[in-house]
């Protein structure tokens, strides 16, 4: 039997610029295997990094499995309260689709398939785990409080989103319906 939750994706984003992580909102990405072209996480294969260190050395070169970056507006909101600031926005975590209708998003198991109406489909990887860089982000947007930032790593476990890697590529557009298929 299969299991599917309906979603939508409520915006989509890329990086503007590829030395940062910080997204932009756009109507529409294009994917293709590598992810979404002139990304900063685009590519087949990418360096071992510190998530890594007990298998490969840093720099190793492995699959990239962190082509896309999804989060949802329900833990966004629910990190944000426990934070205590307004909103946290999926651009300073550098997400590229703000997924919405989903609740404890970031649990859905390695395996699960996001299909998206206009054409993509994805993989999702596992919990993209919280990191300061983003924390920093936030913190400068919600007052500058240096404590803000490591708090954010804390209180976003289990709440941070997803990374996956593209399975069938093509298009995916702002109030896009998805399809998320359980395995």
């Known amino acids: 039997m299969v299991r599917l939750i309906e979603a939508y994706a409520e915006a989509v984003l890329a990086t503007p610029d590829p030395e940062s992580f910080v997204t932009a909102r756009t109507d529409r990405i294009e994917v293709d295997l590598g992810g979404i072209p002139g990304d900063r996480h685009y590519g087949l294969m990418r360096p071992a990094d510190v998530r890594y260190k007990h298998l490969y050395p840093r720099g ?3 699959a990239n499995r962190r082509q896309i970056s999804l989060v949802s507006v329900e833990d966004n909101a629910d990190v944000a309260g426990k934070l205590g600031v307004e909103a946290i926005m999926p651009e300073w975590l550098g997400a590229n689709v703000l997924i919405s209708g989903c609740p404890e998003f970031t649990l859905l198991p390695r395996g699960a398939r996001l299909l998206f109406e206009s054409g ?46 593209v399975e069938l590529p093509g298009t995916i557009a702002a109030g896009d319906k998805v399809r998320i298929v359980l395995p």
Not at 135 to 143: D, K, L, Q, R, W
């Open 60 to 62: 190793t070169m492995i």
């Open 120 to 165: 993509a489909s994805l993989i999702c990887e596992g919990e993209n785990e919280p990191c300061i860089g983003p924390g920093e982000v936030i913190a400068e947007h919600c007052g500058g409080d240096a404590k803000l930032a490591a708090r954010f790593v804390k209180t976003a476990q289990q709440r941070r989103g997803i990374v996956c890697s």
